[in-house]
C-alpha cells in the first residue's frame, strides 16, 4: 500500500479524561454560569494522592457516610444558585437552589443519604412579617343577627318562627330585615346585594313559603297539594349549593306536609327526576344546564303557576357560563301566561299578580349587570344597612366580615408542603381550639396529592356488607397521619372537587358536616360558593383565588351569621406579595412568620405512618426536623408509584392552574417568576417533571389547523353542542377547568 505521507500523532496527557457536562433548562445566564464554574474547575490542577480524603473533597459537593465512588448522586449542587439542570451524560440532576451536608439521618445508617437543603437560596422576602403576633380582638360581627328585631316582628307566619327557632335562629339578620318585607308585600323584581354569610337564603325562601301558607289556609275546602303547581324556581350555579338550599328549604317546610320541593340537578338520575316532577312539586331548586334540559324534554312541568323566579349568585351564574341556559329559562317563562286557578280550581289571588324575578349577588360586575338588564324589570335595589344607619354600597358589601381574622404568610417554594403539615399539625394541638378546617386548592390533581400523602396508607377496600353512605366515602373520607396530636388523636380527612361523581360529592360533604372530631377538607372553587358548613373554624388558601372575588367567597365558608373565624392565605415571596394590598382593601390582614409556624408546629415529636430512611432523632432542631420531614416525603414518593404519579399530575395541573388568574391580577402571579424545580419540591418531587407545554408544541409544529366551524363550502356551521360553547364561556372568561373543577 502507498505511503501518503500522512502522519497523525495524537498525545493524551497523563490526566484521565472528565466528561463533558451539558447544562440545559433554566434562564441562559445560570447556563453560561454554570458552564465557566464546570470550567474552572476542569482547569484547576489535580490534587496530590498523599492528602488526606478530606481535603481532596470539594467544598461544593460533600460526600455522606457509606457513599462509595461508584455511586451516583441523585442532586449535585452547582457553583451559584439558580433553576434545576440535568446532566445528560449520567443521568444525574443538578439543583443550584440545593446544598448537601451531613445530617444525622445520614450518620445513623451506612447507606448513601442524599439531603436536600431547604433554607438555602430561597428568594428574600420583600415584606416584613411582625416579630410577635399580637392576640386578635373580633370586632363586632357585620353579618350578625339584629339585637332589637325578631322574626315575630316581621309578619311571617308564627308557624315559621316555630321552625326557625327549633333551628336555633331567632332574630334576622340585616339583609332579611330589608328583602323579607318587600316580598311579602310587593309583587315588583329585586336585585338583592349582601356579604357571603350574611342569611341572603332565609331572605327570599321566608316570605315565598309564608305567602303559599296563606294560600293554603284561604284554599278552604280545596286546599293545596303537590299536586296545585310549581309556584317558585331557585336556580343555583352549583350542585352543592343546590343541594344546600334544598335541605334549609326541606327543613323549613316540614311541618307542613302538603307541601313539596324537590332539588334537580345535574348527576343524577334525570327519570328518578321526571317521577318527582310528574308526582308533583311545589317548589323547584335547580342548576341551569339540568333546569333547560327538563323544559325541554318534561312535558309535565307545567310553569303556569310560577310567580317567583330566584337567581342565586348571579355572579358565579355568569362566570361559569350558564348565560344561554338561563336565557332560555326567563324566555320561555316570558312566554307562558300566567294561571290564576290550579288544575282543581283553587284560586291563587293571594300570590303576586306577576313573576317576581329576584336576583341575589355579592358583586356588580358587567356580567351581572347583564343578567340583570336580561331577567329585572323595574327591579328595586336591596342591600345591608351598615351599622350608622348608612346603606352599603359595593365596596363595603364586597368585603369579607369584620369578625373574620385574616392572615398571610410568604413561605418560599421548597417549603410550602413541610408549612402546611406543620401549620396543621399546630392548630390541631390547641384541644377545642380549631374543629373544623378547609383548605382550597388550585385544581383536582393537586387535592387528590394533598390527600393522597396527608391520609393513613390504608389501601383496604370497604367490607362487602357495609352500607351505600360508606361505600360512597371509601375514597375521599380518611384518618390523617402526621396532623394528630396528643389534644387530637384523630383527625378525619375529606377531599372533594368537580371531577368526582355527585354521589360522592354530596356523600363527602355530609360526611365533613355531621363530624364530631376535628376534620379536614382538601377540595377546589366547587366548594367556595354558598356552602353552609357549620363549626368550620379556619380556612387555609393553599393557592391563593383566581380573582379577589373568589378570595371572599373562599373566606365566607367561615365567620358566617357573626361567628368569629380565622383565614390564611399562602403567599410566595417576590410578586405574589404585591397580593397583600389586595387585601388591605377588604380587611386589615396580619402577617405570621413561616419560621414560626414550623417552630410551633414542629415543637412535639413527629410520627411518620411510612417508614424511610429519613427517620426524626431526638435533639433535632426544627430546621433539621423540616427538612427529615420533607426528604421523608421524597423518599416515600420513590417507593410508591402510585403517590409519585399523583404528584407530578398536581404539579403539572398546578402549574397550568397557576396562569389562569383573572388579567387585572395577573401582575401579581408572574410565571416567569416561578422557580419549577423548587416547586417540584413543594409536591415531595426531587426534580421538575417534563410535558407540561408539550401539547402547545406539539400544535406549533403542526400548524395551523384548518377551521372546523366552517364546512366544505366556507359556510359557518352551527355549534357542536351546548358543552363546546359552555367551554368556550369558560376560556372567554378566563374560568377554565382549575376554577370549577
Known amino acids: 500500500m502507498a505511503d501518503d505521507g500522512m502522519l497523525l500523532n495524537f498525545e493524551l496527557g497523563g490526566e484521565s479524561l472528565k466528561p463533558q457536562v451539558k447544562f440545559t433548562g433554566g434562564r441562559w445566564r445560570d447556563r453560561k454560569r454554570a458552564e465557566k464554574s464546570a470550567r474552572l474547575a476542569s482547569s484547576r490542577p489535580a490534587p496530590d494522592k498523599d492528602q488526606p480524603d478530606d481535603e481532596q473533597r470539594s467544598p461544593k459537593r460533600r460526600r455522606l457516610d457509606g457513599e462509595g465512588s461508584s455511586g451516583h448522586s441523585n442532586y449535585r449542587s452547582g457553583p451559584r444558585p439558580g433553576p434545576s439542570k440535568r446532566h445528560e451524560n449520567d443521568g444525574t440532576s443538578s439543583d443550584f437552589a440545593t446544598q448537601q451536608k451531613r445530617h444525622p439521618a445520614a450518620q445513623a445508617g451506612g447507606s448513601r443519604q442524599v439531603i436536600s437543603r431547604l433554607f438555602s437560596y430561597n428568594p428574600a422576602q420583600t415584606t416584613t412579617a411582625a416579630a410577635d403576633e399580637e392576640e386578635w380582638t373580633a370586632p363586632q360581627a357585620t353579618n350578625a343577627p339584629s339585637d332589637v328585631a325578631n322574626f315575630g316582628s316581621l ?17 334576622p339578620t340585616a339583609i332579611q330585615q330589608k328583602v323579607i318585607p318587600h316580598l311579602l308585600s310587593s309583587s315588583s323584581d329585586a336585585f338583592v346585594q349582601a356579604e357571603t354569610g350574611s342569611g341572603k337564603t332565609f331572605s327570599y325562601l321566608l316570605p315565598m313559603i309564608h305567602r303559599v301558607l296563606l294560600l293554603s289556609a284561604a284554599a278552604g275546602s280545596q286546599p293545596i297539594h303537590r299536586d296545585s303547581g310549581v309556584f317558585a324556581i331557585i336556580v343555583s350555579p352549583t350542585r352543592e349549593l343546590a343541594k344546600q338550599v334544598h335541605t334549609v328549604l326541606e327543613q323549613l317546610i316540614r311541618p307542613f306536609p302538603w307541601l313539596v320541593s324537590t332539588a334537580i340537578t345535574g348527576g343524577e338520575s334525570k327519570k328518578a327526576e321526571k317521577a318527582r316532577i310528574r308526582k308533583g312539586v311545589n317548589f323547584l331548586v335547580a342548576t341551569p344546564g339540568r333546569l333547560a334540559d327538563h323544559l325541554d324534554n318534561t312535558k309535565a312541568l307545567n310553569l303556569g303557576t310560577v310567580r317567583w323566579l330566584i337567581l342565586d349568585e348571579g355572579d358565579r351564574l355568569m362566570d361559569l357560563g350558564f348565560e344561554e341556559d338561563l336565557k332560555k329559562v326567563i324566555c320561555t317563562l316570558r312566554d307562558i301566561a300566567i294561571v290564576t286557578k290550579t288544575e282543581k280550581g283553587t284560586p291563587l289571588d293571594g300570590l303576586p299578580e306577576r313573576r317576581v324575578t329576584v336576583l341575589c349577588s355579592a358583586t356588580m360586575k358587567m356580567n ?152 379536614l377538607l382538601i377540595t377546589t372553587d366547587v366548594s ?126 398546578h402549574i397550568r392552574a397557576y396562569a389562569t388568574h383573572v388579567k387585572d391580577e395577573r401582575v401579581h402571579f408572574d410565571m416567569t417568576q416561578l422557580h419549577l424545580g423548587h416547586v417540584a419540591k413543594s409536591f415531595g418531587l426531587r426534580e421538575a417533571p417534563g410535558g407540561i407545554g408539550a401539547g402547545i408544541e406539539r400544535k406549533a409544529k403542526r400548524g395551523p389547523s384548518k377551521d372546523s366551524s366552517k364546512d366544505r363550502n366556507g359556510e359557518q356551521r352551527p355549534p357542536r353542542d351546548v358543552i363546546k360553547q359552555k367551554s368556550m364561556m369558560l376560556m372567554k372568561g378566563v374560568a377554565d377547568e382549575f376554577n370549577i373543577g
Not at 315559621?160 to 335562629?169: D, G, I, W
Not at 351599622?387 to 358589601?397: P, Y
Not at 388558601?541 to 357573626?562: C, K, L, N, Q, W
Request: charged share 25%; aromatic share 6%; glycine share 4%.
Open 528 to 653: 367556595s360558593r354558598g356552602l353552609d358548613i357549620p363549626s368550620v373554624d379556619l380556612v387555609i388558601e393553599f393557592d391563593p383565588a383566581f380573582s379577589f372575588a373568589d378570595h371572599i367567597h373562599r373566606v365566607g365558608r367561615t365567620a358566617r351569621a357573626g361567628r368569629s373565624g380565622d383565614a390564611v392565605l399562602f403567599l410566595l415571596p417576590g410578586s405574589e406579595e404585591g397580593y397583600i394590598e389586595l387585601l388591605k382593601t377588604s380587611a386589615s390582614p396580619s402577617a405570621q412568620s413561616y419560621e414560626a409556624i414550623l417552630k410551633k408546629g414542629l415543637m412535639s415529636k413527629l410520627e411518620f405512618p411510612v417508614e424511610t430512611q429519613a427517620a426524626p432523632t431526638d435533639g433535632q432542631s426544627y430546621h433539621d426536623k423540616a427538612e427529615t420531614m420533607q426528604l421523608h416525603f421524597e423518599q416515600r414518593l420513590l417507593n410508591d408509584t402510585k403517590r409519585l404519579e399523583l404528584a407530578r399530575n398536581g404539579f403539572k395541573s
Open 155 to 171: 309578619t311571617i307566619s308564627s308557624r315559621l318562627v316555630e321552625v326557625l327557632a327549633k333551628m336555633k335562629l331567632e332574630r
Open 368 to 519: 351581572v349587570q347583564k343578567l340583570g338588564e336580561m331577567s329585572l324589570a323595574d327591579a328595586t335595589f336591596l342591600a345591608a344597612e351598615k351599622a350608622d344607619g348608612k346603606q352599603a354600597n359595593e365596596q363595603d358589601v364586597h368585603k369579607a366580615p369584620a369578625q373574620l381574622h385574616q392572615s398571610y404568610t410568604v413561605v418560599p417554594s421548597k417549603l410550602r408542603l413541610v408549612t402546611l403539615v406543620s401549620y396543621l399539625k399546630w392548630i390541631f394541638s390547641r384541644r377545642g381550639r380549631t374543629m373544623k378546617a378547609i383548605i382550597f386548592m388550585s385544581c383536582a390533581d393537586s387535592v387528590d396529592f394533598h390527600y393522597e400523602i396527608m391520609r393513613q396508607p390504608d389501601d383496604s377496600d370497604p367490607p362487602a356488607s357495609a352500607s351505600k353512605e360508606v361505600e360512597l366515602v371509601a375514597k375521599t373520607v380518611s384518618k390523617a397521619a402526621y396532623v394528630t396530636s396528643a389534644a387530637s388523636p384523630e383527625v378525619v380527612l375529606h377531599r372533594m372537587h368537580g371531577s368526582l361523581s355527585q354521589p360522592v360529592r354530596t356523600a363527602t360533604l355530609r360526611s365533613f358536616s355531621a363530624c364530631k372530631s376535628p376534620s
